[in-house]
């Protein structure tokens, strides 16, 4: 079935066939005789107007922070595409996507429930930044399926969640925030992130929202800033709106870059799945990692919940080190191959330790409430050989339990 022939489904979601071939070529303008075969960057900011002589009826007027330059269309139609969803909308960053998908659907007065692990700006700026609006929110354990109807208001209008989380990667059950959602009357907002269309159809599970970051695996490579958001077409024309009023579209270049990379974002997903998986067994058996935090593995809590909702278990894992935070120092300063670097989801491997960058802001105390240790590393597994991250690991490792054992 092609993209333009979508089957429908209940919640306007729609089936997605082969995100193999949609990452290629959804969203790509027809084929004739003497085009280029890749779409090229087309940087003019305004286009001659549809109220001009000769122009067909029914053109938009065009403009480029509207998010209708062709190159900022093509992106949103494969993004589309890969979600099942009948519309999306590429913006300027992750934040500005749910920002953005926030303000067009609360207004002063409403009310926000979201997950308690949340990307830190996302959670500033729910604690912070909306009450300065009006828009309130309460934070619950996502895991506790009786906190979310517990937490409804009359004016709940967003359920808001992140999965799988940074960088415990919890993956929680998805049904009791969307009966929440349905009971008040509000849309189910999810950043997936972490799990890419690739991993999860977010859509297929009643996500009305669908966020990502797409500086992170959409983007692929940590060369661009942006992000997405895939819903209705109603929904989306929201978002499109704040997007004019406040004005974060994407750049053309950018959103050029990010349809490039989106090409190859399933092969890419499949090598991330499979390296991490091997990394994550690998570490179980190293001396000095206490613990091992990856979904595809047995022994992670939300395990049997990852292997029913994802395709894949993705490419970000955490280990804890005994010797807390100056052992993760000497793993990290040992490093020779991946980048001590925060961001995620490019070609490349990168370590990040949460106790120094997402989580730097939190007490210990609040850091061990949301499962995470000072020992902690998290890893953005990246496409390198595997034997070479081994080899790093191995000696990254031992570089951390050195001076424990002394
Ligand atoms: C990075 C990230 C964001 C923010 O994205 P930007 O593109 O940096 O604005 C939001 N959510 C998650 C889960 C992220 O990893």
Redesign the pocket.
């Known amino acids: 079935m092609s993209p333009d022939e979508p089957m429908s489904r209940p919640g306007g979601g729609m089936k997605v066939v082969s995100p193999a071939t949609s990452a290629i070529h959804a969203g790509e303008p027809e084929g004739r005789p003497g085009e280029p075969v890749v779409a090229p960057v087309v940087r003019s900011s305004t286009f001659h107007s549809p109220l001009s002589a000769g122009a067909e009826a029914g053109e938009p007027l065009r403009y480029s922070r509207y998010g209708n330059n062709p190159n900022q269309e093509s992106v949103a139609a494969k993004i589309a595409a890969l979600e099942g969803t009948e519309a999306a909308l590429a913006l300027a ?3 500005a996507a ?1 920002a953005m998908t926030l303000l067009s659907v609360a207004e002063q007065g409403d009310h926000i429930i979201a997950s308690r692990h949340l ?1 830190g ?2 959670g500033v700026l729910l604690a912070e930044e909306l009450p300065r609006r009006g828009i309130a929110t309460t934070f619950v354990e996502p895991s506790a399926p009786a906190a979310w109807l517990a937490a409804l208001r009359p004016r709940t209008r967003v359920v808001l969640i ?1 999965l799988p989380t ?1 960088p415990t990667l919890k993956v929680f059950d998805i049904e009791p925030a969307r009966q929440a959602a349905d009971k008040a009357g509000a849309i189910l907002a999810a ?1 997936v ?2 799990a890419t269309p690739v991993n999860l159809r977010a859509a297929e599970h009643g996500v009305d929202a669908v966020i990502h ?1 797409a ?2 695996y959409l983007g692929g490579h940590s060369d661009l ?3 997405a958001v895939a819903g209705s077409r109603e929904l989306i024309s929201g978002v499109a709106r704040m997007m004019k009023l406040y004005g974060p579209s994407i750049d053309p270049e950018t959103a050029w870059l990010l349809e490039r990379g989106i090409r190859t974002l399933p092969v890419r997903m499949e090598r991330h799945n499979c390296s991490a998986q091997a990394l994550a067994e690998w570490f179980t058996g190293v001396p000095g990692v206490r613990q091992v935090v990856y979904p595809g593995l047995e022994s992670h809590p939300d395990h049997a919940c990852a292997a029913r909702l994802l395709d894949g278990f993705g490419g970000m894992l955490a280990i804890v080190l005994d010797g807390g935070g100056p052992a993760a120092d000497r793993f990290c300063a040992s490093l020779k191959l991946a980048a001590v670097a925060p ?2 989801g490019g070609v490349e491997t990168l370590v990040s330790q949460p106790r120094l960058t997402s989580h730097v802001d939190l007490t210990p105390g609040e850091r061990a409430s949301l499962g995470i240790d000072d020992g902690m590393i998290r890893i953005s597994v990246g496409l390198e050989d595997l034997a070479d991250l081994k080899t790093e690991f191995a000696a990254a490792a031992a570089a951390a339990a050195a001076r424990v054992a002394a």
Do not use: H, R, V, W
């Open positions: 960053s992750g934040m749910t990307y700006a996302t992140e940074n950043d992130t972490f970051s500086t992170k800033i942006a992000g961001s995620l």
